[in-house]
Nanobody
Framework: QVQLVESGGGLVQAGGSLRLSCAASGLAFSSYAINWFRQAPGKDRDFVAAISRSGSTTYYVDNVKGRFTISRDNAKNTVYLLMNSLTPEDTAIYYC??????????????????????WGQGTQVTVSS
């Protein structure tokens, strides 16, 4: 049984930092590109960041670029999202998603949630002003 389990969310003041983790089990982790999405109340689930199978390539949407860092440790089957300089606009449930990829160095940039193979249950991030 495949599981993606997010953790590390919580309540933080504006300007603060959090590190989210996405721990995977039941799949060949290094065969999957992993992306982070977020969903604020009443809004669509938005793509945030992506990392390739090998971790050599990353991608960020403009409004988190320079503040968020995605990384992975294939030995631990875990992807991380370090979030700095948080603002109230970053408040959302954060999800990780996995997509099997043939190429180890390419990211998967499809924004439609339906195209992903697996999803986690999400972790809440709340940024107070």
């Amino acid at each position: 049984q495949v599981q993606l389990v997010e953790s590390g969310g919580g309540l933080v003041q504006a300007g603060g930092s959090l590190r989210l983790s996405c721990a995977a089990s039941g799949l060949a982790f290094s065969s999957y590109a992993i992306n982070w999405f977020r969903q604020a109340p009443g809004k669509d689930r938005d793509f945030v960041a992506a990392i390739s199978r090998s971790g050599s390539t990353t991608y960020y949407v403009d409004n988190v670029k320079g503040r968020f860092t995605i990384s992975r440790d294939n030995a631990k089957n875990t992807v991380y999202l370090l979030m700095n300089s948080l603002t109230p606009e970053d408040t959302a449930i954060y999800y990780c998603a996995a997509k099997r990829r043939a190429l180890s160095g390419s990211v998967y940039l499809e924004t439609s949630p339906a195209t992903y193979d697996y999803w986690g249950q999400g972790t809440q991030v709340t940024v107070s002003s």
